[in-house]
């Protein structure tokens, strides 16, 4: 089945790998894998990491792997644990399997995952043309909202590795790592994009597992300004993915967030990177409202 794949395009654009997180997604990781081996750009590598699952995922995606043996690779966990705190873990687990294998060279980007995505055929296509043309963009990714996102998600994201690898050797595991990288690089000149003609679909509803809590309490890890925290907030109430309920849970755990003793994933980012982005935010702050005078 392989052969069949050769007439993708693979050395136009810049390189790029794929780690999948997937837990209990049999409803939905073979539309995830299925959409990703049939790119019009086809990644070199599908790092599958399955955490522990209990239903049919195993199977699934052990299947894909024998059509595809050059495409696919599975790391099983075993894991029982089920917090959301496990995920910067495992993408740091799939940075460091790329780079053990060596799959990273020759790669100028990794894309991150969710089990429940489904890409159009041209989603990497679309991202990587952009971003070989734009250098100075070092973390892009498409959409799937009918709202005008400005911020890439983290599912769907590529991230330049050139970029990673200066100012990284692994992902915060700190809440609001997602946006910590976004933050990093505007701080140091980078730019960011959201390509909203590259498209692709969430199969679960976003923020289901945990109503958006986590992302109050990240933007209090990362320092956010209170005005800019209230007016994301209101905007985000008007969101039908995230609507009413989903913007007061944001704002009511910012309120309440406070740093844990015991537990580093429950702490806040350093004072360097706080600054900074607070004085962005008060600079955004004070255009938006010199506009409205």
């Known amino acids: 089945m392989e052969k069949e794949l050769e007439h993708n395009k693979n050395t136009k654009y810049g390189g790029y790998y794929v780690f999948i997180l997937v837990r209990d997604g049999e409803k939905t990781i073979h539309k995830t894998i299925g959409s990703l081996v049939w790119q019009t750009v086809r990644p070199t590598k599908i790092i599958v990491v399955n955490d522990g699952s209990t239903d ?79 250098k100075d963009v070092v973390v892009c990714s498409g959409d799937f909202t009918e709202n005008k996102n400005t911020i890439p998600h983290g599912g769907g994201r590529f991230v330049r590795n050139s970029f990673f690898k200066k100012y990284y050797k692994k992902y915060p ?53 209170p005005l800019y925290v209230f007016g994301r907030v209101i905007v985000n109430i008007f969101n039908s993915d995230v609507g009413f309920k989903g913007s007061w849970s944001m704002l009511v755990n910012y309120i309440t967030y406070r740093p844990s003793q015991s537990d580093p994933y429950y702490s806040v980012f350093d004072d360097e990177l706080i600054h900074s982005i607070r004085e962005r935010q008060k600079d955004r702050i004070k255009s938006i409202l010199l506009r409205r005078r």
């Open 56 to 134: 049919g995922t195993e199977k699934i995606i052990n299947s894909y792997k024998e059509d595809y043996p050059n495409i696919i690779e599975i790391i099983n966990t075993y894991s029982k644990k089920r917090d959301y705190k496990r995920l910067p873990y495992l993408w740091n687990l799939s940075i460091e399997h790329a780079e053990k294998c060596g799959y990273d060279d020759g790669c100028e980007y990794h894309m991150i995952s969710g089990g429940d995505m489904r890409y159009f055929p041209n989603y990497a296509e679309t991202i990587l043309a952009f971003m070989d043309q734009n």
């Open 173 to 225: 595991t700190i809440i609001g790592y997602e946006s910590e990288i976004i933050e990093r690089a505007l701080t140091n000149g980078y730019k960011v994009r959201v390509l909203r003609q590259a498209k692709y679909d969430h199969l679960d509803k976003l923020g289901h597992s945990h109503n958006f809590r986590e992302f109050g309490m990240s933007m209090k890890a990362l320092g956010y300004h």
